[in-house]
């Protein structure tokens, strides 16, 4: 279950791209680390650049920081080359991944077991309204992962509004099916146990519009959901301000992630190249 929770942060936000230059805001918390910051997204043909600025919050996690609340990152992705570098502009290091290599039977991103059900569901909500100065319709995206001895689940639940009156919608779309068919192989995919990921993916990736807000969560529940241990286990971590009980939703269970992202401009650019390649001075380092 572990190495899922891995493998679905690969896909927060779950983002459909474009040649045009996209401002964000957001804020994370997982487990017993929050954060909060901005998010510029540049996109240029087949690469794409996310600069974010971010902060710790919550007492647990200042306290774990010792003194450095904020933090910079780049990531570039290059679709042509296959790759992946996530840079840490401050220490001037980058580590590189190999989208294929994502695909790998023995690849840390995978579940931990096949024995497992997978639940999906796409709803459209039949809603539209005006959502950070774009007209948008609201869907709600729900993957339920049931374990083997049916007491181990996980809930992930992307509510999202989407907008096709955003710069360059156009571009948009085309791109987004580019991105969909690198992380996917189709009906003839090398790894079946990345086929409930593909799945989730590839159906999100059908809705007709760019996400100018989303709202995900993710919720689990075990064998010990009942009991006086769990119980006090979520007392803690509500002091800490980590993960959460679901009060809002008739989901029981923890809620070990909540993200929250919203889309402030999207603008057309001629972005210059350069943007998207590595600098001289920075260095590679292991995964």
Request: glycine share 6%; proline share 2%.
């Amino acid at each position: 279950m572990k190495n899922f929770i891995l493998a679905m942060l690969l896909l927060i936000p779950i983002s459909i791209f474009a040649d045009v230059e996209i401002h964000e805001t957001f804020n994370n918390n997982l487990g017993f680390i929050g954060t909060k910051g901005t998010r510029t997204i540049y996109i240029k043909g087949n690469l794409e650049r996310v600069d974010e600025i971010s902060e710790m919050t919550g007492k647990f996690a200042m306290m774990m920081s010792r003194g450095k609340t904020s933090n910079k990152s780049i990531r570039i992705t290059d679709l042509g080359k296959n790759v992946i570098y996530n840079i840490d502009p401050d220490k001037e290091v980058y580590s590189k991944i190999n989208i294929k290599d994502i695909e790998k039977p023995d690849s840390l991103y995978n579940v931990d077991s096949l024995k497992a059900n997978f639940e999906y569901e796409v709803k459209d909500m039949k809603e539209s309204k005006i959502v950070n100065g774009f007209s948008a319709k609201h869907y709600i995206a729900t993957m339920r992962i049931i374990g083997e001895d049916k007491t181990d689940t996980l809930k992930i639940i992307d509510d999202m509004w989407v907008s096709k009156s955003i710069p360059e919608w156009n571009t948009i779309k085309n791109y987004s099916r580019l991105m969909a068919n690198n992380f996917s192989q189709g009906k003839n995919r090398k790894n079946e146990r990345l086929k409930y990921m593909n799945d989730f993916y590839e159906k999100i990736s059908k809705i007709d519009g760019y996400p100018v807000k989303t709202d995900i969560s993710m919720y689990t529940s075990g064998s010990a959901e009942d009991g006086d241990d769990n119980s006090e286990k979520m007392q803690m971590s509500d002091i800490l301000g980590g993960g959460e009980k679901d009060t809002n939703n008739s989901i029981n269970g923890f809620r070990l992630l909540h993200s929250l992202t919203n889309v402030k401009s999207v603008e057309k650019k001629n972005l210059n190249d350069n943007l998207f390649k590595l600098k001289s001075e920075w260095k590679e380092i292991g995964n």
